[in-house]
T-cell receptor, first 111, second 114 residues
């Protein structure tokens, strides 16, 4: 089983819509969680960390569900510029330096 | 802002050549990483280093080696390039802290081996 699994999508949504997607992780001891954004042929960039209580950054809301071992990302009022691949990232072992990356969920926002 | 700089954006090499990919970060980060990214496979860790002269194998180290002689520089070496090493190579760095900090990535090197 992969450490981090994501629905690859694509999610095609109109401008202004709300889009949400999840990722699941396999190691219940995981401590750190992130969402990264990657534009086509560019490097991944940190979008937001995910905290236990859930957190919001403008139109983006991240939630963590430890019991079911998933994190979610919700984008409100989608903009054309939100079109990207969103990578779910987890630190599976609290005593390790490495992060595990999901393969990404592609979101396309259309005019 | 942390800056992670990779020496080349695009590179074309011949099969059998020795290839050096350089990565430099300017924020005194302890940890540095080399990944490759291929369509449908996501990011796969090749090697990482958590200190000068320290290195550890990632998930796919075969055919690669690394060097970290200075804290700010982490080099990836393809000993004898092969066509299956055609890929996007991404360098990343992070503060120490065992994964609690996210990574900052360089802009990537798209390597083609012919």
């Amino acid at each position: 089983r992969k450490e981090v699994e994501q629905d690859p999508g694509p999610f095609n949504v109109p401008e202004g819509a709300t889009v949400a997607f999840n990722c699941t992780y396999s190691n219940s001891a995981s401590q750190s969680f992130f969402w990264y954004r990657q534009d086509c042929r560019k490097e991944p960039k940190l979008l937001m960390s995910v905290y236990s209580s859930g957190n919001e950054d403008g139109r983006f809301t991240a939630q963590l569900n430890r019991a079911s071992q998933y994190i979610s990302l919700l984008i409100r009022d989608s903009k054309l510029s939100d079109s990207a691949t969103y990578l779910c990232v987890v630190n599976p072992l609290s005593n390790d330096y490495k992060l595990s990356f999901g393969a990404g969920t592609t979101v396309t926002v259309r005019a | 802002d942390v800056k992670v700089t990779q020496s080349s954006r695009y590179l074309v090499k011949r099969t059998g050549e020795k290839v050096f990919l350089e990565c430099v970060q300017d924020m005194d980060h302890e940890n540095m990483f080399w990944y490759r990214q291929d369509p449908g496979l996501g990011l796969r860790l090749i090697y990482f280093s958590y200190d000068v002269k320290m290195k550890e194998k990632g998930d796919i180290p075969e055919g690669y080696s690394v060097s970290r002689e200075k804290k700010e520089r982490f080099s990836l070496i393809l000993e004898s390039a092969s066509t299956n090493q055609t890929s996007m190579y991404l360098c990343a760095s992070s503060l120490s802290g065992r994964g609690i900090y996210g990574y900052t990535f360089g802009s990537g090197t798209r390597l083609t081996v012919v």
